[in-house]
């Protein structure tokens, strides 16, 4: 059982490029989260989604946007990254409330 | 709004002494929580939860937690701290009934000495 699957785990990034982190789970969960966690600041909340063709904004949405064009599947879009936005990104999924979240591995974005 | 605080960063206990990380939130509905636990380099899984019911729960690796609703806390303890037991560790609230947001607190990094 797979889980949650995230790609890269490591990009660099110059400031003004673009990117997709790419997120997958085969849980067949209908809720999925971005996270982006920052030394000593906790995870803030990205962007969510609680089905197909449904999302919304968080905590943090600035700079990037989502899409969810099927159960499994959760891309984050990062448009003209800014060293701001360096920081590790946690992918998450859930299926009902009380259950908690299962987590990926992250990715480890650095914007120079 | 709901939040979540947990009192002190970093927390250094010896080996074998017991392990207490302090965590209180606000919420204005009854409250989910949850501890999760973060090894270097890797996400956070899941330590314990409380949803309803039974005010102490237990979780993986020794750990547990009280839920006491006059305090607004949700404390974790493990009676005898491991090596093993080294990481970060985050609190966390339900957000709402729908969606399931969860709300981190900051993090508390556990040091284990020898």
């Known amino acids: 059982n797979a889980g949650v699957t995230q790609t890269p785990k490591f990009r660099i990034l110059k400031i003004g490029q673009s990117m997709t982190l790419q997120c997958t789970q085969d849980m067949n969960h209908n809720y999925m989260y971005w996270y982006r966690q920052d030394p000593g600041m906790g995870l803030k909340l990205i962007y969510y989604s609680v089905g197909a063709g449904i999302t919304d904004k968080g905590e943090v949405p600035n700079g990037y946007n989502v899409s969810r064009s099927t159960t499994e599947d959760f891309p984050l879009r990062l448009e003209l990254a800014a060293p701001s936005q360096t920081s590790v990104y946690f992918c998450?999924?859930?299926?009902?409330?009380?259950?908690?979240?299962?987590f990926g591995s992250g990715t480890r974005l650095t914007v120079v | 709004a709901q939040s979540v605080t947990q009192l002190g960063s970093h927390v250094s206990v010896s080996e074998g002494a017991l392990v207490l990380l302090r965590c209180n939130y606000s919420?204005?509905?009854?409250?989910?929580l949850f501890w999760y636990v973060q090894y270097p380099n890797q996400g956070l899984q899941l330590l314990l939860k409380y949803t309803t019911g039974a005010t102490l729960v237990k979780g993986i690796n020794g750990f547990e937690a009280e839920f006491k609703k006059s305090e607004t806390s949700f404390h974790l303890t493990k009676p005898s701290a491991h090596m093993s037991d080294a990481a970060e560790y985050f609190c966390?609230?339900?957000?709402?009934?729908?969606?399931?947001?969860?709300?981190f607190g900051q993090g508390t990094r556990l040091t284990i000495n020898p």
């Open positions: 966390a609230v339900n957000l709402s009934q729908g969606a399931q947001k969860l709300v």
């Open positions: 919420s204005s509905v009854p409250p989910y």
């Open positions: 998450a999924s859930s299926s009902l409330r009380g259950r908690g979240y299962t």
